[in-house]
């Protein structure tokens, strides 16, 4: 079936450096997107979204890309500190996916390490 | 606020025996959702509750996997006669809406489940 992957399964970053997380997507249906972040032991921690209608979201320190003719996703994380090290996900909701409308579709994730 | 809490953290199982896993989501949320990760992989979607009704099963593995949500509020997951591969970490996340919103799905700690 339809899934949403990463490029890259591992990121090692230093302290104070900016992070870039990538994910591709192939269900062109799709119109919501969410990153999250996962730290060992715990659950998916919301992070950002976007909708299909737009095609940049800034929070804080937070940025999510959108490109929709290559179906690519990006997390982009400033200034990257010791604290950000989890494994972050994108996940895609597609509209009319197998009768649901309410579930979320997970890549494998990517791990990142920050580096003090 | 309090968050979706899970019960128990930790469960240990033999094969062959029936387990109950409960999710009480953020009071007020309507929907609900059980996921399934593996190790080292992103949540696989299991089902979805809009209040105590079940729309969506489509993820449940096997007839042994049942959920449950009868008063619109707390949900239970069960499996019956379990078995090695059912080993992961069972999540359960919530949202204030209904299945077509782009509401934010606020996940808990998670349920790690190992059958020996």
């Known amino acids: 079936g339809e899934s949403v992957g990463l490029h890259l399964p591992t990121l090692s970053v230093q302290e104070g450096d900016n992070s870039i997380i990538n994910c591709a997507y192939s269900?062109?249906?799709?119109?919501?997107f969410i990153w999250y972040k996962q730290e060992s032991g715990k659950g998916p921690q919301f992070i950002i979204d976007i909708r299909s209608n737009m095609d940049k979201r800034q929070g804080q320190r937070v940025t999510v890309l959108l490109n929709k003719t290559v179906k690519h996703l990006s997390l982009q994380i400033a200034a990257t500190q010791p604290g950000d090290s989890a494994v972050y996900f994108c996940?895609?909701?597609?509209?009319?996916?197998?009768?649901?409308?309410?579930?979320?579709?997970f890549g494998k994730g990517t791990k990142l390490s920050v580096k003090p | 606020g309090a968050g979706v809490s899970q019960s128990p953290r930790y469960k240990v199982a033999k094969r062959g025996q029936d387990v109950a896993l409960r999710c009480d989501p953020i009071?007020?949320?309507?929907?609900l959702f059980w996921y399934q990760q593996a190790l080292g992989q992103g949540p696989e979607f299991l089902t979805y509750f809009q209040n105590e009704a079940q729309l969506d099963k489509s993820g449940l593995p096997s007839d042994r996997f049942f959920a449950e949500r009868p008063e619109g509020s707390v949900s239970t997951l069960k499996i019956q006669r379990t078995q090695q591969e059912d080993s992961a970490v069972y999540l359960c996340a919530s949202s204030l809406m209904g299945q077509s919103s782009t509401d934010t799905q606020y996940f808990g700690p998670g349920t790690r489940l190992t059958v020996l």
């Open positions: 269900n062109s249906a799709s119109d919501y």
């Open positions: 996940a895609e909701k597609p509209m009319n996916y197998g009768g649901s409308q309410g579930n979320l579709i």
């Open positions: 009071s007020g949320h309507v929907s």
